[in-house]
């Protein structure tokens, strides 16, 4: 069992940056991939980024390449979502999720935080 906690959400302008973190709860953390997701309203829920139990392998959504940057420390039980250049397009519920292995599959991830709002103005 993983309980799931995001921080760091906000109201931001266009052209600025926010930093998501999610922490977890548990000592099994470690083995397991986490990505963070989003969904806007009227959406369906969309994979951002994905990284695996060791930090070696990424996985990122095409439309946030070089501007969205995903770590973990294993150590804090923590995964980081580092978001620069951020546009109204990237307004939306940001959630963590983890998952056995990597993937960009919503439905591989068997747990969820409880979300963070993220918006950014023009």
């Known amino acids: 069992q993983v309980q799931l906690v995001e921080s760091g959400g906000g109201l931001v302008q266009a052209g600025g940056s926010l930093r998501l973190s999610c922490a977890a709860s548990g000592r099994t953390f470690s083995r397991y991939a986490m990505g963070w997701f989003r969904q806007a309203p009227g959406k369906e829920r969309e994979v951002v980024v994905a990284i695996n139990w060791s930090g070696g392998m990424t996985s990122y959504e095409d439309s946030v390449k070089g501007r969205f940057t995903i770590s973990r420390d294993n150590a804090k039980n923590t995964v980081y979502l580092q978001m620069n250049s951020l546009t109204p397009e990237d307004t939306a519920v940001y959630y963590c999720?983890?998952?056995?292995?990597?993937?960009?599959?919503?439905?591989?991830?068997?747990?969820w935080g409880q979300g963070a709002q993220v918006t950014v103005s023009s």
């Open positions: 999720a983890a998952a056995p292995v990597l993937s960009r599959n919503v439905n591989e991830y068997h747990y």
